[in-house]
């Protein structure tokens, strides 16, 4: 009967082990640790949504000042196009509070939040990611003309579920387009510009925060469409 009970005592205590939450990493990243995180409890609010003018900001991108988003400065709105790492100050202050994610959602738990101080105590490194999946531009099957526009949908996707950001050149529209998210975009062209048959080849330079790419029709097939 000891025996039996020494080894029920030794059984739990590697159930109640194997059970406990994974340590805090000593330097974490935006990539493998932060980015996780709010991604489960704030991206429905502070997401590709998020709108300045209520007061929302939006924490879904790392940071767009980084290098791999130059080619936006030119359209940047800083007041309208925050990041992660702007606006750490209020994501920490509030988690601490409880008071983010609001209720009913759960409050952070003990170990997020050293994770978040941790990455700022670190210096909120980015990290690496041995194999990254390139942000993709697709067109979603034929334009569609609707009186006075012709209708093209586009699907912006990531293989790794980063948000995509980026800029659209359609040449008919005469004007760049800013796409500041993953998922499906509609693009409107003016009918008169776009006569029946005509090919249409459009431009997207897209990132993920780690590579930037470069689409460009008609060397890509996946951006060029005739007008319907």
Request: proline share 7%; net charge neutral.
């Amino acid at each position: 009967m000891k025996r039996t009970g020494l080894l029920s005592v030794v059984l739990a205590a590697v159930v109640i082990g194997c059970g406990g939450p994974d340590p805090v990493p000593e330097k974490p990243t935006w990539l493998d640790d932060v980015e996780p995180i709010l991604r489960a409890n704030c991206f429905h609010c502070h997401g590709a949504s998020a709108e300045a003018k209520n007061g929302t900001k939006r924490w879904d991108v790392y940071d767009l000042k980084a290098d791999g988003y130059k080619f936006l400065m030119l359209t940047l709105d800083p007041l309208l196009h925050t990041s992660a790492k702007d606006n750490f100050i209020i994501i920490n202050a509030f988690a601490k509070l409880g008071t983010m994610p609001p209720a009913p959602a759960t409050r952070l738990s003990a170990q997020d939040l050293q994770v978040l101080e941790k990455w700022q105590a670190n210096g909120f490194a980015f990290g690496t990611r041995a194999k990254n999946a390139r942000p993709v531009a697709k067109l979603a099957g034929a334009p569609v003309r609707a009186g006075a526009v012709v209708k093209v949908a586009l699907d912006i996707t990531d293989g790794d579920g980063d948000q995509v950001v980026g800029r659209l050149s359609v040449p008919l529209a005469m004007k760049d387009l800013e796409l500041w998210r993953s998922g499906r975009h509609i693009i409107e062209i003016p009918s008169a510009a776009c006569p029946k048959g005509t090919a249409i080849g459009m431009k997207a330079t897209l990132s993920d925060g780690i590579d930037t790419v470069s689409i460009l029709a008609p060397v890509d097939p996946d951006l060029t469409f005739k007008c319907p």
